[in-house]
């Protein structure tokens, strides 16, 4: 006799219903409801295609409220967190690029750069004289 036992206690799910938790059959019966519901409402007004498409729009929320996790996140703990990032409390990141090289090497550059004028004004004054 074999009994699984998940690493971490706070993973465990209770499956009530195929395998689904309680949350992910509530939500899977309101998808299901949403979408018979649309279907149903729409039958005579709009083509076939279209319903399909319409069904599946009203569905997929629902559904991603049940079964989605992000991080630990469900769905609508997701989308909040999403709102005040993009939303509620933007902030505009700069981002500046640091050469370590090149500071590293400041003074090199400084006195290579020195020599090049001396020797371009020796030059100078040796053509002028």
């Not at 007004?45 to 991603?64: E, G, H, Q, R, S």
């Not at 999403?82 to 090497?105: G, M, Q, V």
Request: aromatic content about 12%; charged content about 20%.
């Amino acid at each position: 006799m074999e009994i699984n036992i998940n690493k971490d206690i706070r993973e465990y799910t209770e499956g009530v219903f195929f395998g689904l938790n309680l949350r992910q059959l509530i939500c899977s019966g309101l998808a299901v409801a949403s979408a018979v519901a649309v279907y149903f409402g729409a039958r005579g007004t709009v083509a076939n295609d279209m319903i399909t498409y319409l069904c599946i729009a009203v569905a997929v929320p629902f559904a991603a409220i049940g079964f989605i996790k992000y991080n630990g996140m469900p769905m609508e703990k997701i989308f909040v967190a999403w709102l005040k990032d993009n939303f509620i409390c933007p902030r505009r990141l700069t981002i500046k690029s640091n050469n370590i090289y090149k500071e590293a090497l400041k003074g090199y550059f400084a006195k290579k750069e020195k020599e090049a004028i001396n020797a371009q004004e020796h030059t100078d004054t040796i053509e002028a004289g």
